[in-house]
Each structure stands twice: as structure tokens, then as C-alpha cells.
């Protein structure tokens, strides 16, 4: 983990759910995003969020804004010691 302004200034909606290898793992990863949905204004390891098993394994994020839009992304982990950079939402609110 490494801590980043760019995130740490940074409030996402709210996080629906969380998909690891098909598994619903939403709640696991909760903590992670933060009370703030901004990942605790940290870069998190693959390995950090999915754990040591994670290497060559699909995940799905899932989001609703305030404004009730939905925002999502994906990917796949090929190096579980790599950082996960997930992509802000846009429009974005700022604390």
C-alpha cells in the first residue's frame, strides 16, 4: 500500500459490488475503499485487496452514484504484487 493524493482527495460512489473469479467478495473488499469511497487515499496491491491466490484471476467492481448512475470497471490480475489503479469516476467530488 502507498498512500496517494490523488485519491485520498477524491469521495466515489458507493460501492454495490465486488465480483473476484465469479465469487461475490463485496464485503471483504469494503474496508479497503473506505468510509469515504476513496480507497483510503491509498494504492492498494492486487495481493493486498484479492489475496496471495489472485494471480490470473478476473474481478468486476460495481458502483451507484448519488445522481443513481451506474459506474463499473474490470480486469485481471496478472502480477499480485502490482498496484491496482482503478479509474475515478466521473463527474468526481472532491472532500
Not at 27 to 48: A, D, I, Q
Not at 55 to 63: I, L, M, Q, S
Not at 68 to 89: E, S
Request: net charge negative.
Amino acid at each position: 500500500m502507498i498512500r496517494s493524493d490523488y485519491y485520498l482527495n477524491y469521495k466515489g460512489p458507493n460501492l454495490v459490488k465486488v465480483l473476484f473469479d465469479n465469487n461475490d467478495i463485496t464485503e471483504n473488499v469494503r474496508p479497503f475503499y473506505g468510509e469515504n469511497n476513496n480507497w483510503c487515499g491509498n494504492l492498494w496491491t492486487y495481493k493486498e485487496i484479492f489475496g496471495h491466490e489472485s494471480k490470473n484471476k478476473h474481478f468486476r467492481f460495481e458502483f451507484k452514484s448519488d445522481d443513481g448512475r451506474d459506474h463499473w470497471f474490470h480486469g485481471f490480475v496478472h502480477d499480485i504484487n502490482q498496484f491496482m489503479n482503478p479509474p475515478l469516476a466521473v463527474p468526481f467530488n472532491t472532500i
